[in-house]
């Protein structure tokens, strides 16, 4: 227990780093909130390997997190609303255990897209904002799928080392 | 781990279909050249101004310039604006109907109106 403590610090802190990398990325393509997305790499790779409570702590504490140290309250705001919604998203999509972690980790993505959409359509009052709909679905599933790509890639390798050192 | 099943693949054609479905929806709403922008402030209506003439219009809240507003050649850019990670400037300038740049600190939505609706506007207001 004491251990999966101080695992959880560790990747909590990678995710910061994966957050912090993702800020330096000039990822730019003519519509505003597309991104990579590094940092649901590692919320995947916990949520498959250590469990819902796990995932969802490390997510919501790198959010806050990333938010005092690159962002401001704004981006705390989207990136919760966005972060929460493609958790339940992928957590409900693993649980009934009918997808492999690349589509759970697409429809997260586009979950977090859609969910930042709505909320910036109900903060703005204006409905124009979905003119973004379409790249941001787009988006959602390229970035999903590559990191989803990488996420299972990873986790074939680490697996062992989370049964036998985390878990413990 | 078990390899991508038939299912996964499914349901990602299935998404990526609605994506293009999502374009194409836009493409055939939009299209054609706009005759004025909107720009709202919160929701309520800041002002109207018709893209064809050249002006440069600074977005006020509470009386502090917060975006400026550039119109010419028929579309519309966002030059200026005092938040910090200055999205909306780096957004290429629109034209089209339909055609949005968000400010999502302000709240300031500009938007590209068609001219169907322009003519009864000016009569209304």
Request: glycine fraction near 16%.
């Given at each position: 227990m004491k251990r999966k403590t101080a695992y959880m610090g560790v990747f909590l802190a990678f995710a910061l780093i994966l957050s912090y990398v993702e800020s330096l990325i000039p990822f730019y393509f003519g519509v505003p909130g597309i991104k990579l997305g590094l940092t649901n790499l590692i919320i995947v790779i916990l949520l498959y390997e250590l469990g819902v409570k796990e995932a969802l702590c490390i997510s919501i504490l790198r959010i806050i997190l990333a938010g005092f140290l690159f962002g401001n309250m704004f981006s705390i705001l989207y990136s919760l609303a966005g972060g929460l919604c493609s958790f339940c998203m992928m957590c409900l999509l693993k649980k009934c255990g009918l997808f492999h972690i690349v589509t759970v980790s697409v429809c997260g993505g586009i979950t977090h897209n859609m969910a930042q959409l709505a909320l910036a359509s109900l903060i703005v009052e204006?409905?124009?904002?979905?003119?973004y709909a379409p790249a941001l679905l787009l988006s959602g599933v390229l970035t999903g799928f590559l990191i989803g790509v990488l996420a299972a890639e990873i986790e074939k390798r680490v697996e062992r080392f989370f049964r036998e050192t985390v878990r413990k | 781990m078990r390899k991508l099943g038939k299912r996964d693949v499914m349901l990602m054609m299935v998404l990526l279909f609605f994506c293009f479905a999502a374009f194409l929806i836009r493409k055939l709403a939009g299209g054609t050249e706009g005759a004025y922008v909107l720009v709202t402030v919160d929701g309520e209506i800041f002002g109207e101004y018709p893209l064809c003439e050249e002006r440069e219009i600074p977005i006020k809240i509470a009386g502090e310039t917060v975006n400026r507003l550039k119109i010419g050649g028929g579309a519309a850019d966002m030059i200026w604006a005092d938040c910090p990670d200055k999205l909306c400037v780096r957004q290429k300038p629109v034209s089209k109907e339909n055609e949005t740049i968000v400010c999502l600190p302000h709240r300031v939505v500009i938007t590209v109106e068609g001219a169907a609706e322009n003519g009864f506007d000016s009569i209304a207001r």
């Open positions: 204006n409905y124009g904002v979905f003119f | -």
